[in-house]
């Protein structure tokens, strides 16, 4: 399975984003004007599925680029899941240096285990520090 991973929510379509959060417990009635808001607000990434054409994988980091950044949105598309997207997806933007150094924060109730590949540790059962 050849994949890349995108950078930027200029580079992706807006109707794979809301496709992919739709599927979620957390963003799955947020409007379409709401997620759009939020991706102007965000550092975005995608991962393409290269012979399907296909955004199967999304993350956004909202940070001041100096002491924080919060990881959110962080979906893989159901059918595609168990095959290292989602570590592929982390790694990259774990490896951006403009998050090296900063303290991270994300919420979820779920995948703990891929987080915890990144440094994340739960506080609270659903809170996450790194």
């Known amino acids: 399975m ?10 992706m379509r807006l109707e794979d984003i809301v496709r992919l959060l739709r ?3 957390w963003a799955a009635q947020r409007t379409v004007e709401k997620i759009e808001t ?15 054409e296909k955004l199967v994988g999304f ?6 680029f100096a002491t924080t950044y919060y990881l959110c949105d962080v979906v893989i598309d159901e059918a595609y899941r168990g095959r ?18 900063l303290r991270g924060l994300l919420l979820t109730r779920d995948a703990h285990g891929l987080y915890a590949k990144f440094g994340f ?5 659903r809170a996450m520090w790194k």
């Open 84 to 101: 290292g997207l989602g570590t592929a997806l982390l790694g990259h933007i774990e490896s951006r240096p403009e998050f090296a150094g």
């Open 59 to 64: 993350a956004r980091v909202i940070t001041d």
């Open 38 to 52: 939020s991706l102007r607000g965000s550092v975005c990434y995608g991962v393409w599925l290269e012979e399907e």
């Open 2 to 11: 050849r994949y890349r991973i995108l950078e930027g929510a200029e580079n």
């Open 23 to 25: 599927t979620t417990y």
């Open 121 to 125: 540790r739960p506080v609270d059962g």
